[in-house]
């Protein structure tokens, strides 16, 4: 559902809805997320083109060095007055001149921080701003907002307490001791930096409210309620007895500003816990939704929900993208989302109003104990869905008949083919698309030339399922599977090699080093610096096999807190024992939509596993994060892919025309850009995500 803007706000924009056309973009910037201000990951450069795309060659490399077990780089670079700027893999931040990959400066955020245990998590870039001489990039490290010095690298001492902003403050609430991190970039509106940031998954996390921070003084200028409070609109979509115990609804994945209409496009996640919601009953405002904030102010002017009460982990993944396009002869400046869920939503981008009518549809109701799902869902009637959207028993992987075999008797209680099932208190319940998409937060590319989207997707399913907590025997297990099991599973089996087992922790942790990975974290798992000592004591026994299992100590009153009365017993990918996707190929989909009818052009499988090629399968596709950039020069350009290469496509037919082996899997978005009159594409290859980690940034150009 969506809301009119408020009446003040849309005199303001008269003067932007009755102009001709939308202010200009120079779409051969690439200074920041997504390439040119408007996010579109679109490069007006076409030196490179459809002729001698297939000439690239390595320009340069650059290695940072600092690699470690599981590590990522899920960076895009940003290139501003010949320099590049970019982040490492412990989350250095580094400029480097652009033609030749030679280090300008590198800044290691401990700088600041001192010895201070944090969870840096990964981060998918960097923001700039200057005015006059003074120049800045902003970036995120832990909980922590950092400002430096463009030019020296050197920390901006004045923003916040000594050059960084604790991101676990000034949220509005009196509770505290969250895990907050920030994975995207913020937007740069005038002097304010809007930033989102990556919450917990259960019930422990904070709300996830959108916040502005002065850039030069790092003070809070405003904030949004993501979770309203009382006498906010939206408080009524809420359990008013447990509001303030809720958490999530944040934006994780990135915003995208209009910078000439001053609106700042906001897509939230799902609320917690993720799939059972017996506490928040009721349609959970702001969670699951494209927000159009005034970016001065904070203030809504419209919004839509795309997922009620939401018991699937349907996260808006990716930040939107700005597009123009033609509808019954009229342009419309839009905004475009695309879901986990495998579809878009496209919406006049002052009104909010639907470009293609968005239907609320009944769908299945939960019967778990104590949860009330919403009655309806809304789907769009167009653009068309971006990959299949069911999975049903014809999907069933039938390339081996005893993987066939393997996957039917996963099946055999389980529920197929209804995308908007919920979770079951018996049955395991297939997630299609599964919780990393469909759509991914590598998002799409939009053409301005072609009003043309390409978007990247997994065709993957997921098991959902659940256990009541009451069959919990001691407390361990519940602190373990409020904090743990979502990823590592009830049983502690993991998913490896993306997510290990921790049945054998006892040969490899004494109490104190398993307690300071708890509080530190490493690679992609987040520290529990924030939850009590006395938690972290009977976790770490039950991890040790110290408590016995019947064992029924207690927490103490100053800990008690709300746990769910289901868990999902944790992720898990449909697979058979060898790890081959459950389901029918391609596993991988990349995919061109004019939007100007809402119907695809093109759609062509992405990535190979040569396992499979080599016993004579045709390319399936594979799991891919990150996203692509269409060019000019008629190239549309994607790494992503976990076979370690990076494509050229033909961006009107979708045909291959170019790809290279990278020293690890591109797990992120390509930068396009110009230096010294020559066109380069660069590519942080991190690798992680179940291949191995890598520490390299790839630069490619023509032969002199």
């Not at 904030?293 to 795309?306: M, N, S, V």
């Not at 009104?351 to 799902?373: C, N, R, Y």
Request: hydrophobic letters at 40%; a negative charge; proline letters at 6%.
């Amino acid at each position: 559902m969506t809301f009119k803007i408020p009446l003040v706000f849309a005199l303001t924009l008269l003067f932007y809805s009755c102009a001709e056309k939308a202010a200009e973009i120079d779409y051969t910037d690439w200074s920041h997320y997504g390439g040119p201000e408007d996010g579109s990951r679109y490069s007006a450069l076409d030196q490179i083109n459809l002729e001698n795309v297939a000439q690239l060659e390595v320009a340069w490399t650059y290695s940072t060095g600092d690699a470690t077990e599981r590590s990522q780089i899920q960076c895009q670079p940003i290139v501003v007055d010949g320099l590049l700027y970019a982040t490492t893999p412990t989350l250095n931040v580094f400029a480097l001149e652009a033609a030749t990959g030679a280090e300008v400066w590198r800044f290691d955020p401990f700088q600041v921080l001192g010895g201070e245990n944090f969870w840096a998590g990964t981060n998918r870039g960097v923001s700039f701003w200057e005015s006059g001489e003074d120049k800045r990039i902003l970036f995120t490290a832990g909980n922590w907002l950092m400002a430096l010095d463009a030019k020296t690298g050197e920390p901006i001492l004045g923003f916040g307490e000594r050059g960084k902003v604790d991101l676990r403050k000034d949220l509005d609430t009196d509770l505290a001791d969250f895990m907050i991190v920030s994975n995207s970039p913020g937007v740069v509106f005038e002097d304010m930096i809007i930033m989102g940031m990556r919450l917990s998954e259960g019930l422990d996390a904070a709300p996830g409210h959108v916040r502005a921070y002065n850039v030069i003084t790092g003070k809070r200028e405003w904030i949004f309620h993501t979770i309203p409070q009382e006498g906010e609109a939206g408080f009524e979509t809420w359990d008013p007895e447990h509001i303030r115990q809720m958490g999530g609804a944040n934006n994780w994945a990135g915003m995208t500003l209009d910078k000439s209409r001053g609106i700042v496009y906001v897509p939230t996640g799902s609320a917690t816990y993720d799939f059972w919601g017996g506490y928040r009953h009721g349609d959970n405002l702001y969670a699951n939704s494209l927000l159009a904030l005034d970016a001065k102010t904070g203030e809504r002017i419209w919004h839509f929900q795309a997922v009620h009460h939401d018991v699937w982990d349907r996260d808006f993944p990716a930040n939107p993208n700005l597009i123009r396009i033609q509808k019954d002869g009229q342009w419309i400046d839009a905004v475009a989302q695309i879901s986990k869920q495998g579809m878009t939503y496209v919406f006049d981008r002052v009104t909010g109003e639907p470009v293609w009518p968005i239907v609320e549809t009944a769908v299945t109701q939960s019967i778990l104990p104590g949860e009330k799902t919403s009655a309806t869902q809304p789907i769009p009637t167009l653009p068309e869905p971006f990959m299949n959207m069911l999975f049903e028993e014809k999907d069933i992987l039938n390339l081996k008949p005893e993987w066939e075999a393997d996957i039917r008797s996963q099946l055999s209680n389980a529920i197929l083919g209804d995308a908007w099932a919920p979770p079951h208190p018996e049955k395991p319940l297939v997630l299609f698309p599964g919780m990393d998409g469909g759509g991914e937060w590598g998002g799409a590319s939009f053409d301005p030339e072609t009003q043309t989207l390409y978007v990247n997707a997994n065709q993957i399913p997921w098991l959902i399922e659940m256990t009541p907590n009451a069959s919990f025997g001691n407390v361990g297990q519940s602190v373990y599977t409020n904090f743990c099991g979502n990823c590592h599973g009830l049983e502690r089996k993991g998913n490896p090699p993306s997510i290990p087992s921790l049945l054998a922790l006892k040969d490899k942790y004494t109490p104190d080093s398993l307690n300071l990975l708890l509080q530190k974290g490493r690679g992609a798992m987040p520290t529990f610096g924030h939850i009590s000592k006395e938690e972290r004591r009977i976790l770490i026994d039950y991890l040790l096999g110290k408590a016995d299992t019947g064992d029924k100590q207690e927490l103490g009153a100053e800990n008690a807190k709300l746990y769910p009365q289901y868990y999902m017993k944790g992720y898990k990918r449909l697979t058979t024992k060898e790890g081959i996707y459950g389901s029918n190929p391609p596993w991988g989909l990349l995919t061109a939509i004019d939007m100007n009818t809402g119907k695809k052009k093109w759609q062509v499988t992405l990535g190979e596993i040569d396992s499979l090629s080599a016993q004579g399968f045709a390319p399936t596709g594979i799991e891919n994060y990150g996203g692509p950039v269409a060019t000019a020069g008629g190239v549309l350009f994607i790494a992503a892919t976990k076979d370690e290469k990076i494509r050229a496509f033909d961006k009107e037919t979708g045909k291959i025309l170019w790809e290279a082996k990278l020293p690890a899997a591109g797990h992120a978005t390509p930068a396009v850009f110009e230096k010294d009159g020559k066109q380069f594409l660069v590519i942080a290859c991190g690798g992680g995500k179940g291949t191995k980690s890598g520490d390299t940034y790839v630069a490619f150009a023509l032969p002199d």
